[in-house]
């Protein structure tokens, strides 16, 4: 009878976690195996992330790799986030993780644990660092345009994607070493860094990829995109104040307000999916080892797996549909592929910005910040004093140009606000300095002058 008693204790204490063949982190057992039908929902979800993840880089890759106008330096960056969400998807989305989820438990032993973790984590923090490197990127590009075509070089672009490299690989082969771990997470389904276990030295690489890992790029893209918008207001109101003493249009000002507007919004949507999508991994991760524990539950660990291997689906929609010559050879090429990638019918000249005159020198990435400056911010030709705006703004941007060259102006056809065409800027053979402030002040004074003290046509 005692033996009896004994038995059933035994049965009631095993958890089912004990049966499995990897180590199981005690603070996993102090919760219900987690439902079946939770474990079920997981394994479609990430199929499906993981395969359009999977289809939409691997278009993006084969995309900037074989159209001509797409290989600049700059979608270097854009072609390593690409590959680096490919490996994300195709590893530690589809299939390892999928298959687990249906059977409920990690299926692929401990090695294969650690392997998992090794690739997400060097692949994760490609794709964070990728992300603020491009940040930084669009920030040189948009508000330093002359500077840009001597800064923005494939050179500079190949050691930002190689910092990127060593930065991620480094922090995540140390858990290899004995400085943190890889063990199951949550639903026993998938692999992750060990924050969890109180350690030392646990925590002091649980702090280093708080701080190094995910702050430090998301200071990086919060201010570089901050940068971005105040450089396009600070422009805005320059070409409101010229406008202004030719006395444009008051429509026109009207729309360089909603051009502002939809810059703003389009770089909060990118700070927002940044936070959205890798924000809960660090806060569980912070929870774990400085907060109450017992808030770390299976579902509550889960949640963040979902969405940071969903930024590897977005990604390719975000900062790859969203460049304008992306999606004109994309329906070139694959006409049938999506409907919205449609080129617009509007010629080029309807989406200027004052970075494009550096840009199109140093073959800048066009991102979705810099072609959406475009529309409504142009300057009507219609003035009561009858001044040609067009040939204004030629001399003016052509004059500001060759400063910068020092030499006289080449044919280069190029967009700028104000002239509804093309204009006439020079090639640098040999770059030379960029003008001074007031070198362009005095330029740009004397031919707002000349043109104002025109007489009527």
């Known amino acids: 009878m005692v033996l009896g008693v004994t038995e059933l204790a035994t049965e009631n204490t095993t958890h089912l976690y004990d049966t499995y063949d990897y180590f199981v982190h005690p603070h996993w057992k102090q919760f219900d195996p987690v439902p079946h039908t939770w ?18 880089n691997i278009v993006v890759i084969t995309m900037f790799s074989t159209t001509k106008t797409l290989k600049s330096p700059s979608n270097m960056l854009i072609v390593n986030l690409a590959l680096s969400d490919l490996t994300f998807s195709a ?8 298959v687990s989820a249906f059977n409920t438990k990690w299926v692929f032993g401990d090695t294969a644990c650690q ?9 994760g923090l490609m794709s964070i660092n990728t992300l603020a490197m491009i940040s930084i990127d669009r920030c040189i590009c948009i508000t330093r345009p002359l500077q840009a075509m001597r800064i923005m070089t494939r050179k500079t672009s190949f050691i930002m994607i190689v910092v990127v490299w060593v930065w991620a690989v480094g922090w995540s082969l140390l858990p290899l070493f004995g400085l943190g771990a890889y063990i199951p997470e949550g639903f026993q389904t998938s692999c992750t860094f060990d924050y969890l276990t109180k350690t030392v030295s646990n925590r002091i690489y649980i702090i280093g990829m708080y701080v190094f890992a995910f702050a430090l790029p998301l200071v990086l893209i919060i201010v570089s995109y901050i940068m971005i ?25 009207h729309e360089k307000t909603k051009a502002e507007i939809k810059i703003t919004k389009i770089a909060m949507t990118l700070i927002s999916l940044f936070i959205l999508s890798w924000s809960p991994y660090a806060t569980i991760a912070l929870i774990a080892q400085f907060g109450d524990p017992s808030f770390v539950t299976p579902l509550m660990s889960e949640m963040p797996v979902m969405l940071a291997k969903s930024s ?14 992306f999606r004109a050879a994309l329906y070139q090429k694959a006409p049938c592929f999506l409907n919205c990638c449609k080129p617009s019918p509007k010629p080029p000249a309807e989406a200027p910005s004052r970075a494009q005159v550096g840009r199109t020198a140093s073959d800048c990435s066009q991102s979705t910040i810099a072609s959406s400056y475009g529309p409504g911010y142009e300057m009507q030709p219609t003035m009561n004093q009858g001044v040609n705006s067009g040939e204004l703004v030629k001399e003016l941007v052509g004059a500001i140009v060759s400063m910068a060259n020092n030499q006289p102006p080449t044919v280069q056809p190029v967009f700028i606000p104000g002239t509804g065409g093309t204009v006439v800027t020079p090639i640098a053979a040999t770059p030379a300095p960029a003008p001074t402030a007031e070198q362009v002040q005095t330029t740009t004074a004397a031919i707002i002058e000349k043109a104002t003290k025109e007489p009527k046509v």
């Open 312 to 325: 590897a689906m977005h990604n390719p929609i975000v900062y790859a549909l969203s460049h304008p010559k």
């Open 91 to 98: 590893v530690n989305g589809f299939p390892l993780l999928t």
């Open 115 to 123: 392997f998992y973790g090794l690739i997400g984590g060097i692949f």
């Open 229 to 253: 918008i105040s450089s396009i207001r600070k422009h805005a109101r320059e070409m409101a104040n010229m406008a202004d003493k030719m006395n444009a249009e008051e429509a026109d000002k």
């Open 39 to 56: 474990h079920y929902f997981i394994g479609i979800f990430i199929s499906i992330v993981g395969v359009s993840g999977v289809i939409g």
